[in-house]
């Protein structure tokens, strides 16, 4: 039974755990934070109430640490758990502890969760509710034959998808039989999993990503808070989002919200969660799967339907009835600022935020995790913050985009905003009528990446020389407040500045050796030296992040050219890309499929010819093109 939310233990990170402690705050719960060393100074940190370490310097041991978040949820007297977006905001067994500690969950229940989680479940629930799914098998394949016959029928494409994937991960485009056999045959030997994990769908070219933001309470009362189309995505993940999602006949709005009821009644879901779709050229619908928890992307439903979805979250966990009246109001646009460069096909970088302005006024919200002097890490995820602009209708709303873009600034490490620019001054995006709007989920992949070959240090930190931010090192305070940890748990410690003085050598001593202190990722320096030998000319193979190995693509012996293909990782559900720096040989492969590495470590090992590749992948396309479906 739901239960009233006196303290909130907030279970994630960044800018979306300072988004839920700030309606919390507003709705008068006290809030608890956790974070690792490289978040010790971080902005939702130091709003919190309450605030404990999480000791170690990976996801396993900090943010996915399940047993250490209960113990902390205990120690704190927190009574509820809001897990964000993330980490361990779909995993069952987390939600099982959180009920079994007594406290409440603030999402589906663990039931729902693992009826969602496996995508074959996924299209059963589906199919059970009356949804149909994208045209696929519904089992985990084992037989070539099978495979065959359903592309025979279908038709090529077809995407070959990971059972536990989700957000764009594990998955593989095929083009015709002989890429068919080739991951058939080749799955065990070089991707070490077992093919039982794979499922197959027929992929939709031209196809448009349209999701419902849904809402479900305990009373059975439902509601879509507004439709959403992130088509504008690289590697499957989302970079531009928008509500509602524009030129969708009533019919297919019908459909879309008649469809989400469906599922959401099947599981007999409770809290808030988005039912992702495939809009055809055509109006049909078709399901994808269901995300059971808050997205990125809420914001721009919060702007159009004019609501505080947190705190419907919040609301539906104490048991009471969500909001179903919220008539929409205007057009809004969410901008993903991520560290990311648009020169290497938006590969992840990282560096130090020597310069950060954000722009305002009128219909302009930041969601934002970071502030000018902090260091972007390669040990979490890219993001940096969430432009969300907002007007009367689409066509103010492009126009504001670029006014805002005309004044944000942000120094010191890549971001995608010039690649904004050009979005949002494309014909086929900015149109203003259906006709004219011509954006698929392969869209920007197609137009404006993939243009030339990717580095394969796509993660290699940027210059992290720059200065962490200007101090004022001649303001005189009397005394001078400091962070400190007792026993795990984060307080604050105020002391003279005489004294403070006598303990440094002097204030300016103090700022100068605070000022070089990265505030997030520990140990980006040494990163930073260890990659720099990954410009294949040393024959090493480096990791550019901390991550999870997904897909080895190639055997020790292998000969590769440049450009090829070797590695895939994921990180923070970003699927990221390892290429061959020159041609060479695969002499030693240290790490297999689902090893975690850190930035800088060792992946294989190149016997270096000198010679150039061709510029061509193993499957002859061009160098960059990726090898995923658009969903």
Known sequence: MPKNVNKLL????????????????????????????????????????????????????????????????????????HPGYGFL?????????????????????????????????????????????????SQSISDMRLLLDFAHTHGYPLMLKRTDGGGGRGITLVHNDDELRGFYMNHDALQGGDLNEYFVERFIDKGRHVETQCGRDSHGN???????????????????????????????????????????????????????FMVTEQGKVYFLEVNPRLQVEHTVSEEVCGLDLVREQLTIANGEELTVNHPLRGHSFELRLTCEDPAKNLAPSSGTLTSLRWP??????????????????????????????????????????????????VEGVPTPASLFEQIFNDDEFTAEHGAAYDVSTKWLERKYLNKEAVSSQGGQPASVSGTTGSLDVDKKESSETFVIEVNNRRVSLTVPNDIVANLTGGAKARDAKRAIQPLRGQGLHHAQKKQQSNDGQSGVIASPMQAVVTRINVAEGQQVAKGDLLVVLESMKMENYVYAPVKGAVTKIFVGPAAGVEAGETLMTIDVTGASGNGKQADGTAVGDTTEGGK
Not at 105 to 114: F, I, S
Not at 232 to 250: D, G, H, I, T, Y
Not at 364 to 369: A, E, K, L, T
């Open 10 to 81: 907030v279970a994630n990170r960044g800018e979306i755990a300072l988004r839920v402690v700030r309606t919390a705050r507003e709705m008068g719960i006290p809030t608890v934070a956790v974070y690792a060393e490289q978040d010790r100074h971080a902005q939702y940190v130091q709003m919190a109430d309450d605030a404990y370490l999480l000791s170690g310097d990976t996801y396993k041991d900090t943010y996915l640490n399940e047993d250490l978040l209960i113990d902390i949820l205990q120690r704190s007297g927190a009574d509820a758990v």
């Open 89 to 137: 905001s779909e995993v069952a067994s987390f939600a099982q502890k959180v009920i079994d500690a007594g406290a409440a969950w603030v999402g589906p229940n663990p039931e729902a969760l693992v009826d969602l989680g496996d995508k074959i479940t996924a299209r059963r629930v589906a199919t059970f509710a009356k949804v149909p799914p994208v045209p696929g098998i």
């Open 222 to 276: 439902f509601t879509v808070y507004s439709t959403r189309d992130c088509s504008v995505q690289r590697r499957n993940q989302k970079l531009v989002e928008e509500a509602p999602a524009p030129f969708l006949p009533s019919d297919v709005t019908d459909q879309l919200e008649t469809y989400s009821r469906r599922l959401f009644e099947a599981v007999d879901y409770e809290g808030l969660g988005t039912c992702e």
């Open 360 to 409: 305002s006024g009128p219909g302009i919200r930041v969601d934002s995790g970071v502030v000018e002097g902090d260091t972007i890490s390669p040990k979490f995820d890219s993001m940096m913050g969430k432009l969300v602009v907002t007007a009367s209708d689409r066509a103010a709303a492009v126009a504001r985009v670029r006014r805002a873009l005309s004044e944000l600034k």
